[in-house]
């Protein structure tokens, strides 16, 4: 099923825009946006499209088994983009829209960092940026039971040896899952998401790329942004974010959204 206009919350935030447009591969009833972030030397940039923020609260209206479909690129390879971008299902554990009320994230998605990030999502000796699918549910059982030795499995993590054992088996309860992307960011891709309880698919141009067994819980709602953060957290407790300059307009095109419950 294609949705509404009136379902989509738009937000720019700084030198955040967001533009909605015919583009390539949109159709009369499937509109495309660009993302688009200006030039900017300081502070927190965002242009985002979502269907869960609303003025009285937030509505996440995805559950297993559900799909969506989209038309996709950007304006350059990943060398030439600052910050984090992309589009998928997630729970909105803080952010524009949410009342800034931190939760445990849960997310399937398809994501872009840049060099300054390193997220907590890619296996030990991988850095975790790039453009890449993934998972993650930090709400789960089976994530809670970690909850109360956090701090001695920091400590741990400072052994090599250990962390090699510990960091598995965390990204397991976690249902955290990596998979770089090697398609051409800057061309026009067909991008598919299957989310189910037993599993999630990623395909781009009708070719699956990754499939994991990790699936987060839900209900999700839908987002697609481009801002300049980065996150660096690691298995060993290193954690620094901020902003990164925006020297030339850098910009995110989605086309032909369709949502597919049942899928």
């Known amino acids: 099923m294609s949705k509404e206009v009136s379902d989509w919350q738009l937000t720019e935030q700084n030198s955040g825009r967001v533009e909605a447009a015919a583009t390539a591969g949109a159709t009369a009833d499937r509109l495309g946006w660009r993302l688009t972030l200006e030039p900017n030397e300081r502070g927190y940039s965002n242009a985002q499209v979502d269907d869960y923020s609303f003025p009285n609260g937030l509505r996440f209206r995805w559950t297993p088994p559900t799909s969506f479909q989209l038309r996709a690129r950007f304006s350059g390879e990943a060398d030439t983009l600052v910050g984090t971008a992309g589009f998928g299902f997630w729970n909105a554990p803080f952010g524009p829209g949410t009342g800034y009320r931190l939760r445990l994230p849960r997310a399937a998605w398809f994501f872009y960092a840049a060099e300054s990030s390193d997220l907590p999502l890619a296996p030990l000796d991988v850095r975790g940026n790039g453009w890449f699918a993934s998972t993650i549910d930090a709400s789960g059982p089976g994530a809670l039971l970690w909850a109360p030795f956090a701090l001695p499995v920091?400590?741990?993590?400072?052994?090599?040896?250990l962390r090699r054992?510990?960091?598995?088996?965390?990204?397991?309860?976690?249902?955290?899952?990596f998979e770089h992307i090697s398609h051409d960011m800057a061309a026009w891709h067909d991008?598919?998401?299957s989310w189910r309880s037993s599993g999630t698919s990623f395909l781009v141009d009708g070719q699956p790329i990754f499939q994991t067994r990790a699936s987060p819980g839900g209900p999700l709602g839908f987002v697609s942004w481009i801002d300049n953060?980065?996150?660096?957290?690691?298995?060993?407790?290193?954690?620094?974010?901020?902003?990164?300059?925006?020297?030339r307009k850098q910009w995110l095109e989605i086309a032909s959204i369709k949502f597919d419950p049942d899928a």
């Open 229 to 247: 953060q980065y996150v660096e957290a690691t298995p060993r407790g290193r954690v620094r974010w901020g902003t990164n300059v925006v020297a």
């Open 154 to 161: 920091l400590l741990l993590n400072q052994v090599r040896a």
């Open 165 to 177: 054992r510990l960091w598995p088996m965390l990204r397991r309860d976690l249902k955290i899952s």
């Open 191 to 193: 991008y598919r998401l």
